[in-house]
Every structure is written in C-alpha cells, then in structure tokens.
Nanobody
Framework: QVQLVESGGDLVQAGGSLRLSCAASGSILSRNAVGWYRQALGKQRELVASITSGGSTNYADFVKGRFTISRDGAQNTVLLQMNSLKPEDTAVYYC???????????????WGQGTQVTVSS
C-alpha cells in the first residue's frame, strides 16, 4: 500500500523559513494532484497549497507570496517552501493525494501522518 511521508517540520522563529517534503513510493505523486493542508490545535484542517499533475498551482490567500509548492521529479517528492513564517502558521502540515477513480469524479484521498511546524514569536 502506498504511503505518504512528510518531513521537514521544525521549530523556527517568526520570519524564518522551512521546506517541507512529501515523499511516496512509485509514481502516485506525479500522476495526481497533491495538496498541502494544515491543522492548528483546535481548528479545522485547511488547504494551504495544491499542485496538479500538469503543474498548475493554487494557494490559500493567507500564504500567497510566502509559500511555494513544487515538484521534484528526480526525487519523486512534492515540496512546500515556506518563507516569512508567522506564529499563526503553527500547525501540523499534511500531504494529500487525491486520486479520481471514475468519470463521475469520485475520488480517494490519501493522507500522510503530518509534520509539526512551530513558529515562535
């Protein structure tokens, strides 16, 4: 069974940078849309950024201009470069792969275990 593995979370000061990585075996990351989500303590999980199999990207307003999602084809990973971090970015960050399974648009979501990002003020 394919598993997603996130890494790169850490404790960083406000204004700092981190790069998160999402890795998986096989070609699941390159064949499907991949998203980074986050969930802060006591809050709902929210979409941070996503990238389609064709490379189109989408960002939540609260990270535009600060975060960049990209693919590293050689490493078969999806990266989330996070700059100008703020304390409100503190959360567990999750990688998600959504696989569409039929023409009606039904899909299956695959999630990683998450990586903790903590931004101190």
């Amino acid at each position: 069974q394919v598993q997603l593995v996130e890494s790169g979370g850490d404790l960083v000061q406000a204004g700092g940078s981190l790069r998160l990585s999402c890795a998986a075996s096989g070609s699941i990351l390159s064949r499907n849309a991949v998203g980074w989500y986050r969930q802060a303590l006591g809050k709902q999980r929210e979409l941070v950024a996503s990238i389609t199999s064709g490379g189109s990207t989408n960002y939540a307003d609260f990270v535009k201009g600060r975060f960049t999602i990209s693919r590293d084809g050689a490493q078969n990973t999806v990266l989330l470069q996070m700059n100008s971090l703020k304390p409100e970015d503190t959360a567990v960050y999750y990688c998600n792969v959504r696989t569409v399974i039929n023409v009606e648009g039904a899909y299956v979501d695959l999630w990683g275990q998450g990586t903790q990002v903590t931004v101190s003020s």
